[in-house]
């Protein structure tokens, strides 16, 4: 079975380790897999993180403030509503949260 596991590095949740054996939707509104009240600088539907064959795929939908991959020197946006394949270890930037992915 596939699985992801998110450990939230900063924002309001930190230190908190989730995991999940189907795809998530993340943001502000608590019907969301995994919801973030907390931070009001995340959308209430922000991004969806897929899995597909051992593969995780992120898509901002839409947020106000954007997805980011967070490499060592930079921030990569996101496209709105474009599926990113992301290797495990990808850390993202949602709002002022920062998370994980394994």
């Known amino acids: 079975m596939n699985k992801i ?3 939230i590095l900063t924002g309001p ?6 995991e999940f054996e189907y795809d998530i939707n993340i943001g502000r509104d608590i019907s969301n897999d995994l919801a ?4 009001l600088t995340v959308s209430r539907k922000h991004a969806k993180i897929t899995i597909n064959n051992n593969q995780f795929f992120i898509t901002d939908l839409g947020s106000t403030n ?5 490499t060592k020197n930079n921030l990569q ?14 850390i993202l930037k949602l709002g002022n949260t920062t998370l994980l992915i394994n």
């Open 5 to 7: 596991r998110i450990t």
């Open 36 to 39: 973030l009240p907390l931070d």
């Open 13 to 18: 949740y930190e230190g908190n380790i989730f």
């Open 66 to 70: 954007g997805t980011f991959i967070v």
């Open 77 to 90: 946006k996101l496209k709105p509503n474009n599926s990113t394949n992301i290797p495990k270890n990808t």
